[in-house]
T-cell receptor, first 113, second 114 residues
């Protein structure tokens, strides 16, 4: 079935450091790919998405490019802030799975001042 | 604020008991999804309702059931609780049933079974 594998955490960075969280997927057909963020004590929020190959999703300084050839959707941010401390989830949805969201395990990111 | 309201925020109960978690979707959203987030299983889709009807089922145990009422709020009932049911339960809502990626999540109910 459809699944997502993302880099295990936790990840601890200093402010202004570069962040990368790896995500690869397995899916039948052409899924849509997403990154969700969960700030402490809150629900999940959609951070960015890409619906077809070579699309780049971006939001709040974060970017991820849908790479069909490597089945990847790595999340990157050039200069993180303390406020970026959160849990990040990679997810996919596909027509083969009735568009239900399949989530990765989540990566906890802590940014230190 | 996502507009999705979940109550209660925290719940502590004993094994063997039954609890009900409540979710009020965003105004105008017809579809409701329930997810379970636990340390060992990650984020798992449980069940989806659309306009009062069950739309899709995921990894939901037989001890669990859900429904969506005419006013579109939803309840997740968990019975014969076990220690392993301790988790964060999220509700999400969306306008359309086949667009779960556009769903908005509530803050969750943290269930602790002791």
């Amino acid at each position: 079935g459809d699944s997502v594998t993302q880099m295990e955490g936790p990840v601890t960075l200093s402010e202004e450091a570069f962040l990368t969280i790896n995500c690869t997927y397995t899916a039948t057909g052409y899924p849509s790919l997403f990154w969700y963020v969960q700030y402490p004590g809150e629900g999940l929020q959609l951070l960015l998405k890409a619906t077809k190959a070579d699309d780049k999703g971006s939001n709040k300084g974060f970017e991820a490019t849908y790479r069909k050839e490597t089945t990847s959707f790595h999340l990157e941010k050039g200069s993180v802030q303390v406020s970026d401390s959160a849990v990040y989830f990679c997810a996919l949805s596909a027509p083969s799975n009735d568009y239900k969201l399949s989530f990765g395990a989540g990566t906890t990111v802590t940014v230190r001042a | 604020d996502s507009g999705v309201t979940q109550t209660p925020k925290h719940l502590i109960t004993a094994t063997g008991q039954r609890v009900t978690l409540r979710c009020s979707p965003r105004s105008g959203d017809l579809s409701v999804y329930w997810y379970q987030q636990s340390l060992d299983q990650g984020l798992q889709f449980l069940i989806q309702y659309y306009n009062g009807e069950e739309r899709a089922k995921g990894n939901i145990l037989e001890r669990f059931s859900a429904q969506q009422f005419p006013d579109l709020h939803s309840e997740l009932n968990l019975s014969s609780l076990e220690l392993g049911d301790s988790a964060l339960y999220f509700c999400a809502s969306s306008v359309e049933p086949l667009r779960s990626a556009e769903a908005f999540f509530g803050q969750g109910t943290r269930l602790t079974v002791v």
